[in-house]
């Protein structure tokens, strides 16, 4: 089947570590996306993706770092630099023709990070 | 930049009533995507509708439908015959067309009880 997995489902990280959450998608979308979600907050973008060797920062990129060596690969990586990343986070990924149908975004299961 | 609005946080709903949840962004683009997305305990995003700004027909799907109101910026949701399954934090988000890139824009939520 395809779709998109994230892994680990829960992280716990120190204060001071950096952390990398996985996310891989099967579905040969060239887009890929990172969101974060806080509590009583929608869905913020961290960082983006349209191919692969190229990405753009977010709205809210700071402290956050990303790579995309592979099509099927948007791993996201959370930096000492940021103030505050206890959240859920969230990946996506899209076809990036015109048609309406084809900018639906795929979401996959999310990563609960908390940090200790 | 565009912003999307959700004014109220919570709502509950008999099972099989009709229920309405509300929406307004702000753009200055004439063209453009909106999204209803449903989040359910398990924290999986998943579309639940979608609406093209160009067409005036409101989109149906099943038991949801959305009413347009483009002068107004207005794009709510109706759901109808409420079954217990359609409780969850439903989020609207706006899709520009403008530019390269196809992320969205998310609203803060509304979470959804329906009372059996």
């Known amino acids: ?116 | 930049a565009q912003t999307v609005t959700q004014s109220q946080p919570e709502m509950s709903v008999q099972e099989a009533e009709t229920v309405t949840l509300s929406c307004t962004y702000d753009t200055s683009e004439s063209d453009y995507y909106l999204f209803w997305y449903k989040q359910p305990p398990s924290r999986q995003m998943i579309l639940v509708i979608r609406q093209e700004a160009y067409k005036q027909q409101n989109a149906t799907e099943n038991r949801f439908s959305v009413n347009f109101q483009k002068a107004a910026k207005s794009f709510s949701l109706k759901i109808s015959d409420s079954q217990l399954g359609d409780a969850a934090m439903y989020f609207c988000a706006y899709r520009s067309l403008t530019g390269s890139a196809r992320q969205l824009t998310f609203g803060s939520g509304t979470q959804l009880t329906v009372l059996p």
């Open chain 1, 1 to 116: 089947d395809g779709g998109i997995t994230q892994s680990p489902k829960y992280l716990f990280r120190k204060e001071g570590q950096n952390v990398t959450l996985s996310c891989e998608q099967n579905l040969n979308h060239d887009a890929m996306y990172w969101y974060r979600q806080d509590p009583g907050q929608g869905l913020r973008l961290i960082y983006y993706s349209q191919i692969v060797n190229d990405f753009q920062k977010g709205d809210i990129a700071e402290g956050y770092s990303v790579s995309r060596e592979k099509k099927e690969s948007f791993p996201l990586t959370v930096t000492s630099a940021q103030k505050n990343p206890t959240a859920f986070y969230l990946c996506a990924s899209s076809r990036t023709s015109g048609h309406l149908r084809d900018n639906e975004q795929f979401f996959g299961p999310g990563t609960r990070l908390t940090v200790l």
